[in-house]
């Protein structure tokens, strides 16, 4: 079993940034590749950014694309989501989720575990 614990949301500025965490437990991650998701309100859950947890390659959405950077701590099985440039359309709830697999996919469905997610708002 995996555990997975976001941090870092909250309300932000827009222009300004957040870093959100993923602490994850459980399992050698070695073989696993990690993403983070959001929800907002009304709206399917939109893949954000993934990566692959052997090769430390990255993938972004669209609409995160030069904003956002997702990276990996080997040490302390931590991914973190750096957003920077914050705009109102950022807000969601964040997720942070694990899929047994080395090949980074982007759908939620190919997914194995789950965070509780976190809130991040972005005022105009």
């Known amino acids: 079993q995996v555990q997975l614990v976001e941090s870092g949301g909250g309300l932000m500025q827009a222009g300004g940034s957040l870093r959100l965490s993923c602490a994850a437990s459980g399992r050698a991650f070695s073989r696993y590749a990690m993403g983070w998701f959001r929800q907002a309100p009304g709206k399917e859950r939109e893949f954000v950014a993934a990566i692959s947890w052997s090769s430390g390659s990255t993938y972004y959405g669209d609409s995160v694309k030069g904003r956002f950077t997702i990276s990996r701590d080997s040490a302390r099985n931590t991914v973190y989501l750096q957003m920077n440039s914050l705009k109102p359309e950022d807000t969601a709830v964040y997720y942070c989720?694990?899929?047994?697999?080395?090949?980074?996919?982007?759908?939620?469905?190919?997914?194995?575990?789950w965070g509780q997610g976190t809130q991040v708002t972005v005022s105009s």
């Open positions: 989720a694990v899929r047994v697999g080395t090949v980074v996919l982007t759908r939620p469905a190919d997914y194995d575990y």
